[in-house]
Structures are given as C-alpha cells and as structure tokens.
C-alpha cells in the first residue's frame, strides 16, 4: 500500500484533496497509489512525516484545510522536535 493510499484512508480523503493538500494533479495521486509513477524524495518524506504525525485528526483536518503544504510540512516538523 502506498503512503498516498494511506493517508488518505487514515484522513477520509478523496484523490483530489489529497491532490490539492499535496499541490499536485489528482491523476497524479491515482498513479502513485496504481504503480504507474512515484513521488519526489520530498513528497515521500512529508507523506510519511504526516503519516507518522501523532496530531488529533482535528488537528490534521485544519491543517489539510489550510491546503498549503509548506504549512503543514512546518507545523508537522514543529510537533516533532518537541
């Protein structure tokens, strides 16, 4: 299972706010979670690090609503190194 697949089971998410919380086209997400293409290092890292995050899923769904990836990539950081 791919970490695209899981966050979005873990989050209730559609292809495409998964694509819009990850700045990508949702074809894009259906072809991470099909084996037909990859994400970046970078992408994989932030799925993993928002997979792994211990934040309420009240916290999460703010954070996806905010739809900017930097944010959330900060405020994930932030939670982890305390």
Known sequence: MTH???????FGLTQVK????????????SKW??????????MEMF???FLSSPKKPAEI???LNERNLVTCWAKLLEHRST
């Open 4 to 10: 695209t697949l899981q966050l979005r089971q873990k």
């Open 18 to 29: 998964a694509a819009r919380l990850l700045g990508v086209h949702p074809i894009t997400i």
């Open 33 to 42: 979670e099909n084996g037909k293409a990859v994400p970046s290092w970078e």
């Open 47 to 49: 799925l993993v690090a």
């Open 61 to 63: 769904h703010r954070l």
